[in-house]
């Protein structure tokens, strides 16, 4: 009996359209090979949202997200909408979407491509063989803490923010960590700053005592953020899970996706305890080359693949989608942001349709 789900699709502002169109059509031909379906809802969302609602999260399109199978996201935001009150803009509307759907935990795996592996600026020797997962926290820490703000005394303005977490908002993020870190290498790096936070230590505190009660078989080490942002780059794979706050791990995870060359390759997902995930390429919006056909789409492919794998259980159609990004890759074609000495430059349409080959040769 054939399998059907129901996915929202948010795609957002700038490339977001362009990049989308290519992932549906992917999912439309993996899913039709494998057998299960795909009902699509399209919704608003971010600056697209903004305009026609005068909102960056619709309480209509968090409603349908909230009763889907899995909530495919392309990219938000805008420069225009910058001198907006911080409440109406589109970043705002994304903070609100996670908190919506309890999306708590951050997935973000960065893996070595072959074919890309000249196209990082780090040597050859230090990225090949990288495979890891930066599992970061999404709704505690300094950007949620109570109390925030702006004061005036004596003459001078004082703004402030409060980093924070209870002891059940580090165990459940923990747990994520440990269960992956399970599911890998069995190697967990957890990131602090035990040695000046309090909030840190408490950190540090939990996520020890998880591990000695119901992981003692996973390999756990701590490192200070500081030292880990220098690892990264030093000597990435050394790290198959690394576990860290919200605010940390907002930082390293962008500078553990430049390990790949280009961050328009790498997917993302967020997820609760129960209910549809998230999913979404780490970059951004790129308002200055939307609607110029020159959108790199794969990372919008690889977050359907991950939505496929983790979201939807559907791991063979997946890896199909991954393949196909990798072969397309290793016959040396390109989008700009990736085009290198040799290979065959194509724009995001064209890009979509040699991956479609690629999945059905």
Same mark, same amino acid.
């Given at each position: 009996?054939?399998?059907? /789900? ?33 009902? /699509? ?59 919506? *759907? ?65 002891? /059940? ?45 119901? /992981? ?41 996706? *430049? ?38 789409? *794969? ?6 693949? *991950? ?55």
């Amino acid at each position: 009996m054939s399998s059907s /789900y129901r996915i929202t699709l948010l795609a957002g502002d700038g490339i977001g359209p362009e990049i989308m169109a290519v992932a549906r059509q992917l999912l439309d031909a993996v899913s039709q090979r494998h057998g299960f379906s795909l009902t /699509y809802n399209e919704q608003p969302m971010g600056g697209a949202a903004i305009d026609a609602t005068g909102e960056p999260l619709p309480a209509s399109t968090l409603e349908a997200c909230k009763a889907s199978d899995a909530v495919l996201l392309a990219a938000i935001g805008s420069p225009q909408y910058d001198s907006l009150p911080r409440e109406k803009r589109p970043e705002t509307g994304l903070l609100g979407l996670r908190s919506g *759907m309890g999306l708590f935990a951050n997935l973000r795996p960065v893996k070595i491509i072959p074919a890309l592996i000249d196209a990082s600026t780090l040597k050859r020797e230090v990225i090949e063989g990288v495979d890891l997962v930066v599992v970061r926290e999404l709704t505690g820490g300094v950007y949620f803490g109570q109390p925030k703000g702006r004061v005036e005394a004596d003459g001078q303005v004082r703004a402030f923010n409060t980093m924070a977490y209870s002891d /059940y908002e580090i165990d459940r993020i923990a747990k994520v960590g440990f269960d992956l870190a399970r599911q890998r290498g069995s190697k967990l790096c957890s990131v602090d700053k035990a040695n000046v936070l309090d909030v840190s230590q408490l950190w540090r505190d939990r996520v020890e005592a998880l591990h000695a009660a119901e /992981y003692p078989e996973v390999e756990l080490n701590h490192m200070y953020v500081d030292n880990a942002a220098m690892q990264l780059v030093r000597a990435p794979r050394q790290f198959d899970v690394v576990l860290t706050s919200n605010l940390f791990g907002d930082v390293l995870s962008d500078e553990a996706a *430049m390990l790949s060359g280009s961050i328009g390759m790498l997917p993302s997902a967020s997820l609760g305890s129960d209910g549809p995930g998230l999913f979404e390429p780490i970059h951004g919006s790129a308002p200055d080359i939307a609607g110029q056909d020159k959108a790199n789409p *794969m990372a919008m492919v690889l977050s359907a693949a *991950m939505m496929l794998r983790v979201g939807l259980q559907q791991d063979a159609a997946a890896t199909d989608l991954e393949l196909a990004v990798e072969r397309t890759l290793a016959a040396g074609f390109r989008t700009g942001d990736l085009m290198a000495e040799g290979c065959n430059q194509l724009g995001c349409k064209a890009m979509g349709e040699q991956l479609l080959r690629a999945l059905e040769g």
